[in-house]
């Protein structure tokens, strides 16, 4: 290759990369042993000598930003971030898993239990049934409150399977009973033989929760159908379950979600034109119907990337040798596709924006910290 003197190179325009470089900046290659660019370049000094200042700026973090949902239903919601950093969708994550509070069964009170289910097994399976109620209209208890309607929720469950019935039965979560008034229990003390005052409980409820304007249309429920334990004639479980707010870092029964993931935006690009034969063959070798095949006309069929989004980069289509020169398949850096599958206990898009006012506190938090 011939030697070329400096002066006659190429100017590189400012505030521009070369192709090269942008695609490692932007994209994830994932070649057929391993991907590669992985890291974030986040140093703002980075390309300083291509006179590029690679340090982020909020007008431009505004103008890129966008938040598209593709699906949205009472369980689940699938929404694109666009224009962040891997470390933000990881924060979300994170937040939506532990971080958020809900209400679950932290205490159960044993009257009687004949199943084959023991009593600790019992109550680990009460606390992972999701309470249909928002957390956001009861306060934390710690050690030293009293349980009361701002901080207790109290479930009753009395199945009984007769003996002459001589059948197994099923106890379900929704046989559980809410209890407005608090605890039914009657709490053991030293004044318990006085029959002119009031008996006390194991909560002290100054008022019905049926009372409060958010329960009086709306009353608070479990989760259907799904099963506690199964009972034998003459097998009968009585107890009571009370429910505090909590987060999920602390025990995942107070996770809000089933799942909270994401992935990154699959990128296919065909590097040339890939026409008859091979376009019929890299449809085929598609498992998820990526690809289709056009008709251009005199006979001539051409392949074409029909569907990147359901790309799951199982590598099929540059698996044999040679077609890495015709396939690319990349991830975008800064375009996640995020996945929140809630409990029941709120929506996921109630959810998703709970976990960004999270992650503003925080950051406010650090921010005083720092001034």
């Known amino acids: ?70 699906k949205l239903n009472e369980e689940d919601m699938e929404f694109d971030l666009i224009g962040i950093d891997a470390s933000i969708a990881n924060a979300f994550r994170r937040i939506l898993i532990s971080e958020l509070p809900t209400m679950a069964i932290e ?15 019992l109550a680990h399976r009460l606390g992972l049934i999701p309470i249909k109620v928002d957390p956001r209209l009861f306060e934390y208890m710690s050690e030293n409150d009293v349980p009361n309607e701002k901080n207790t929720i109290v479930f009753k469950l009395h199945f009984k399977c007769e003996r002459k019935s001589g059948e197994r039965r099923t106890v379900y979560s929704h046989d559980l009973e809410w209890l407005p008034f608090g605890s039914e229990y009657v709490l053991r003390t030293e004044n318990s033989s006085d029959s002119t005052s009031k008996p006390k409980t194991y909560t002290s409820f100054n008022s019905s929760q049926e009372t409060l304007p958010e329960f009086s249309n709306n009353p608070i429920s479990v989760t259907p159908g799904i099963i506690i334990s199964k009972l034998g004639p003459g097998q009968e479980i009585e107890l009571e379950a009370h429910a505090v707010k909590g987060v999920g870092k602390t025990h995942a ?20 034109d890939i026409e008859d034969e091979d376009a019929q063959k890299l449809v085929n070798k598609c498992p998820v119907n990526v690809f289709d095949i056009e008709d251009m006309g005199k006979g001539v069929k051409r392949a074409t990337v029909a569907r990147p989004r359901d790309c799951t ?3 099929e289509c540059i698996r044999e040798p040679g077609w890495e020169e015709k396939v690319a398949l990349r991830r975008v850096k800064d375009h996640f596709i995020f996945t929140i599958e809630s409990t029941g206990a709120l929506p996921p898009e109630v959810l998703f924006t709970e976990a960004v006012k999270i992650l503003e506190d925080k950051c406010e938090r650090v921010i005083t910290e720092l001034s």
Not at 54 to 63: T, Y
Not at 253 to 272: D, F, G, I
């Open 253 to 272: 029964k107070w996770s809000p979600v089933a799942t909270a993931w994401y992935r990154m935006l699959s990128e296919v690009v065909l590097l040339q």
């Open 313 to 315: 980069l199982c590598r």
């Open 1 to 70: 290759m011939p030697k070329v003197p400096l002066w006659d190179l190429p100017e590189l325009p400012q505030n521009h990369l070369p192709p090269h470089l942008q695609l490692q900046k932007t994209r994830v290659s994932c070649n057929n042993d391993a991907p590669t660019n992985t890291e974030s370049i986040i140093y703002s000094g980075a390309y300083a000598a291509m006179g590029v200042d690679n340090s982020l700026r909020l007008g431009e973090f505004r103008k890129n930003f966008k938040v598209n949902v593709m």
């Open 107 to 121: 205490k159960v009170l044993v009257a009687n239990s004949s199943s084959v289910v023991q009593d600790e097994v």
